[in-house]
């Protein structure tokens, strides 16, 4: 208030003026606001088209279903890269998952407790350590003992990178669920363990899913931590490991403990090639992945805002 | 009563231990501790792989040099052009990026017309789900040429007096500013997403005391909104900032991983410590080259680690102050 006075008697631009200038000033700032939300959508949709227009051409059977052709030549797909993420995403989810919904319970039913908080801002703090580095920690914990990089490094590192989605996300959800569920399993004596998995889960399924599907977008996307745990392999084709014939555990193994590929990684190798064809078929699966991350995205913002409609209702 | 962990504010009163309970407990007690072992894990690993580095060069590593000083065929590593090229292209896209977050976020959070705000947020969560390699595709054959290049021209001409502008911009683009811009637009959603929330979560009576008082909107939001919610929002930025110097792949694809390029010009190709390491790692022969890759990665860890932690710290303490002061 006095600041407002004494900056009123100084000035000497008169009343009306100045209840001008300050509502100019209003209207200009409060448009720049607007302006600038404008201005952050036009990378969003420049990136969706253009991906779209030099992605859709290149888009044939061939490229899901065929071995990468020579270099040079017209043809081929990527389906060792495909497979090598299906193989590292889903390790990475069997390992990320029930440590991620664990924890979750754990943070949500402790949370004022020193190991609840510390576990919280763990959390938070691995969720903005540099995906590269968790690669290096993948390599440094797998690749270096085992002495070859393997599909089974890169699993680890994504789940890594999964966790701290999932942690986050499954907490929210538990938390939502109203007390008196709880409350009411534990009175009719069942054990917090029964009450948790057969009561509060499926009360907050709805939410972990989400979670879930938005830590495989997160994982599916990355790329910087497969660089040197899976190292990239084009003749990558569990069809011709299953057929190799042994138990199922050797198949595994197999699988697991031979460099892989993955979408994003045959992504930046075939964008700094020579070859036309090859910075085609970098677009194509830069649109397939664009798709099925931003469609994973929408899909979890619909099951979020229908499971808050039944909440509310 | 016995509780196997002391909870403080529970609403189970006198709960009891039925079957089974313990090694339930016991189980998320492990999953629980294994978030924060991770954690150390990864910092131990990175320290003790890059002992060999650090043992051979020791302060060398990262005290200022202009020579050229990061050269893998002669096993001689110096990062300190690669820690001032990560720090430029971090502030720079800090810099540019923090107004326009900022600006975004009150439009988001106070002025929005409520029809358009669910699809406004998603779409800058959107922006941030984009693959940061679909990233880096978009920004050699679209981005470099399109916008960095001519951004580039027009900074050397008219500003290359400064140090900062100095020289040419390559043909291709390739180069620091290239790098600083295309961080920008990353850590737009991220800047956005956490100063609308800090925004959101500041009491009614404050805006409408301001207003009562006769601000306008803006003096409303700039002379209240924005010193209340300001260390949050400075978290905000401190955790852009933690994003820009990790960011690997879209940076790795436009910077030119040029390690011994001394002067600070934001037109000529530079590296990254996460570049670097993208880059070289891979092909990394000898012992000691993997090992000054891995300090940096030790640097890099330390570095996000830090400001990940104050930004965090700065976050939670707005959160945690807001209910207690609109309670009363």
């Not at chain 1, 910075?279 to 397939?288: E, P």
């Not at chain 2, 920004?139 to 502008?165: M, Q, R, Y």
């Not at chain 2, 949050?232 to 390029?261: D, P, Q, S, Y």
């Amino acid at each position: 208030m006095t600041t407002m006075t004494r900056t009123l008697s100084r000035s000497s631009i008169p009343a009306k003026g100045r209840y001008q200038r300050r509502h100019a000033v209003n209207a200009v700032m409060l448009g720049l606001t607007g302006f600038f939300t404008l201005l952050a959508l036009i990378p969003l949709v420049w990136i969706i088209v253009y991906v779209i227009q030099a992605g859709a051409p290149a888009i044939t059977l061939e490229l899901f279903t065929k071995l990468p052709a020579g270099l040079g030549q017209v043809g081929g797909g990527v389906l060792h890269a495909i497979e090598g993420t299906l193989v590292v995403t889903l390790l990475a989810s069997i390992l990320s998952m029930p440590v991620g919904v664990l924890t979750a319970f754990y943070v949500a039913t402790h949370p004022n407790t020193p190991l609840g908080l510390a576990v919280r801002f763990g959390t938070d703090v691995l969720a903005g350590v540099p995906s590269i580095v968790i690669g290096l920690f993948g390599y440094a914990l797998i690749v270096l003992p085992q002495g070859h990089y393997s599909a089974l490094a890169g699993g680890v590192a994504i789940a890594i990178i999964m966790l701290p989605t999932i942690i986050r996300t499954t907490e929210e959800m538990i938390k939502l669920v109203p007390n008196a569920m709880r409350e009411g399993s534990l009175a009719l004596g069942a054990p917090e363990w029964k009450t948790s998995l057969r009561v509060i889960l499926p009360a907050a399924l709805n939410g972990v899913v989400t979670g879930f599907m938005l830590a495989i977008a997160r994982g599916v996307g990355e790329t910087a931590p497969l660089l040197f745990t899976v190292l990239g392999n084009d003749r990558y084709d569990i069809g011709q490991i299953v057929q190799g014939g042994q138990s199922i555990g050797a198949i595994v193994n197999r699988i697991l403990d031979q460099p892989t590929d993955g979408l994003t990684l045959t992504m930046w190798k075939y964008a700094q090639q020579p070859f036309p064809e090859r910075v085609q078929q970098a677009w194509a699966v830069a649109l397939v992945l664009m798709l099925f991350v931003l469609g994973i995205n929408i899909l979890a913002r619909v099951l979020t805002a229908r499971s808050q409609l039944k909440g509310n209702s | 009563m016995a509780t196997l962990f002391p909870k403080k504010k529970s609403s189970s009163v006198g709960r009891t231990l039925r079957h089974g309970d313990v090694p339930w407990m016991a189980i998320l007690f492990v999953m629980a501790i294994l978030v924060l072992v991770l954690m150390l894990a990864i910092g131990w690993s990175v320290w003790d792989q890059s002992s060999a580095s650090r043992q051979t060069f020791g302060a060398s590593f990262v005290a200022p040099t202009t020579d050229s000083s990061w050269d893998p065929v002669n096993d001689h590593f110096q990062a300190w052009p690669i820690i001032t090229g990560t720090l430029i292209t971090a502030v720079i896209a800090i810099v540019v990026a923090t107004p326009i977050s900022i600006f975004i976020a009150i439009f988001l959070a106070e002025l929005c017309p409520d029809r358009i705000r669910t699809p406004l947020n998603f779409m800058v969560e959107m922006l941030a789900a984009i693959p940061s390699v679909v990233f880096g595709l978009w920004g050699i054959f679209v981005f470099l040429p399109g916008v960095v290049k001519p951004v580039g021209d027009f900074l050397g001409n008219t500003l290359g007096f400064l140090p900062l502008f100095s020289g040419t911009i390559p043909a291709s683009g390739t180069s620091r500013l290239g790098a600083s811009l295309i961080l920008t637009i990353m850590i737009i959603p991220t800047i956005t997403a956490v100063t609308r929330d800090v925004l959101r979560a500041i009491p009614r009576a404050q805006r409408e005391a301001s207003l009562a008082l006769g601000a306008t909107r803006w003096e409303m939001i700039w002379q209240v909104l924005l010193p209340y919610g300001l260390s949050g929002i400075l978290g905000a930025i401190i955790l852009g900032l933690g994003r820009a110097l990790g960011e690997t792949m879209a940076v790795t694809m436009v910077i030119g991983n040029n390690t011994v390029e001394a002067s600070g010009s934001l037109l000529k190709p530079g590296a990254t410590l996460a570049s670097v390491i993208a880059n070289e790692f891979a092909e990394a022969v000898s012992k000691l080259h993997t090992s000054a890759l891995i300090q940096l990665g030790l640097i890099l860890f330390v570095m996000t680690l830090l400001l990940n932690m104050i930004a965090r710290l700065l976050v939670w303490q707005v959160a945690r102050r807001v209910p207690s002061e609109a309670r009363a």
